[in-house]
C-alpha cells in the first residue's frame, strides 16, 4: 500500500473530555483514516483499558490519577518506540494532562469539546441518568468536577463538527505542525 504521508515524528494525542462527548468515536475514525494510508498507530481507550490492566482501579480521584498513571507509562513507552499514540480517557483533572504531556514525547492535548446536555443525550450507558439518581458516586461532569482545559494543542467541538471534520481538522493540524508530512 502506497503511503499518503509519513509519519514524521510520532505524536500522542491526549483526548479529554467528559463522558459522552465523542473521544473514543473520533479516536477509532482517526486511528482507522491513519490505518487506510498505511500507517501504525496505537488507540488507548479508557472503557477498554479499565476491563484489563485497570481493572483493579475504582473511581475515586486516587484511582483515577492511579488509571491515568498507567495508561500514560503504557503511551511513553510506544511513543519511545516512535509508535504513534491516540489516548481517549476522560482525564478530567489539569494535573494529569499536565503530567501526560510533560512525560509522553509530543503530546497533543486535545479537548473534545461537548456541552454537558449533549452528552446527555449521547449517553447509550444511562450514566449520567444514573448519577443524578445518585447511583454513581464520582461521576465527572455531574457530582465530580471536570477541570476544562485552557491549555490544550486541539480542540474539536463534536456538537458543531462531524466525526469526518474532525479527523480532517487534526490531520491538518499534525501536518501543519510537522507531525505528518
Known sequence: MKREFKIN????????????????????????????????????????????????????????????????FVAQLLAKNKIPVVVSFISPYKKIRDFAKKTI???????IKCPIKECQKRDVKGLYEKAARGEIENMTGVNDPYEEPTDYDIMIQTDIMSVKEGVSYILKYLKNNNYIV
Open 9 to 72: 515524528k510520532p505524536f500522542c494525542l491526549w483526548f479529554t473530555g467528559l463522558p459522552s462527548s465523542g473521544k473514543t468515536t473520533l479516536a477509532k475514525a482517526f486511528k482507522e483514516n491513519l490505518e487506510k494510508k498505511g500507517a501504525q498507530i496505537v488507540h488507548l481507550d479508557g472503557d477498554i483499558l479499565r476491563k484489563g490492566l485497570c481493572s483493579d482501579l475504582g473511581f475515586s480521584k486516587k484511582d483515577r490519577e492511579e488509571n491515568n498513571r498507567r495508561v500514560i
Open 105 to 111: 514525547p509530543n503530546t497533543l492535548v486535545t479537548y
